[in-house]
């Protein structure tokens, strides 16, 4: 499946649906509209159907799913830079992705200083040559990498992208301008796609930031994040990976939530 000239890529993002069967992910996005998922590989606090971790059928059957539906997969999460972060599970992660077509690899930078993470990334680069999948480092407030300027002064050096998503960047204080400087300062290739929700304005309780982001977004155009201002600074061929796990939808059916998901993102895409 390919997406239409002149209109964004839009992907499913895994987040919401750790409680789903990965193969099953990819066929609900699809019957949805959506042009592509992301996946989880590596990296989940606790046990999920979700992680196709070292599960050879699970992996088998999502292959199916995206053969079938001709969906693709923008990016296979989450590799967390950690002292404890071994070779062997970055090559097995980056092999994944590459076997399953993904374009890119999230990292987050979980407990590294500065120096330390751009290493740590930098070997991630080079373990990605020739692969097609290239690593997006992940700015979050809770992270050791708080912010765009602490990601960029990160990947850069290192060679790797930044991922921006909507929700962190606001919480952390960041806005689209910040963006546009980075873009504008190292590239478009800096920002390659872009996770996108919505909020308050304000955190519902910003003593518990973790929280919100897992599990009490908003879908876009249903709070008062800048999305409009921040759609304007990206690429307009730039995709977007719609992560917004709310507390509204919990319980209706994830071919629900992927609706309305869907909806949500083209009406805010139909203001852009």
């Known amino acids: 499946m390919g997406t239409e000239p002149g209109r964004r890529e839009l992907a499913l993002a895994c987040l919401d649906y750790l409680d789903l069967e990965p193969a099953d992910l990819v066929r609900v996005a699809a019957d949805a509209g959506f042009d592509s998922v992301t996946l989880r590989a590596a990296g989940s606090v606790e046990e999920c159907r979700g992680d196709l971790g070292r599960d050879a059928a699970r992996v088998r059957r999502v292959r199916r799913a995206l053969a079938d539906t001709g969906l693709r997969v923008l990016d296979v999460e989450v590799l967390r830079l950690t002292p404890t972060l071994t070779h062997d599970e970055v090559a097995r992660v980056v092999d994944l992705a590459a076997e399953l077509g993904a374009r890119h690899v999230l990292v987050v930078n979980s407990e590294l200083d500065a120096e330390e993470a751009t290493d740590r990334l930098g070997r991630i680069v080079e373990r990605c040559a020739g692969t097609g999948v290239r690593p997006c480092l992940e700015p979050m407030p809770f992270s050791r990498c708080p912010t765009v300027a602490a990601a960029v002064s990160t990947a850069v050096p290192a060679g790797a992208a930044v991922l921006i998503d909507a ?4 919480r952390s204080g960041g806005t689209p301008d910040d963006v546009a400087s980075a873009l504008a300062e190292h590239g478009a290739d800096l920002v ?5 929700c919505d909020a308050p304005a304000r955190a519902p309780d910003p003593a518990r ?14 709070g008062q ?6 759609l304007s600074v990206l690429p307009r061929d730039l995709p977007l990976a719609v992560e917004a796990p709310t507390r509204e939808l919990a319980r209706r059916s994830p071919a629900d939530r992927a609706a309305a998901a869907i909806r949500a993102v083209r009406d805010v895409l139909s203001l852009d």
Do not use: K, N, S, T
């Open 209 to 222: 930031p973790r929280e919100e982001a897992v599990g009490q977004r908003l879908l876009p155009g249903q």
């Open 167 to 170: 929700l962190h960047l606001q």
């Open 192 to 196: 390659p796609y872009a996770q996108v």
């Open 225 to 230: 994040l800048p999305l409009a201002e921040l």
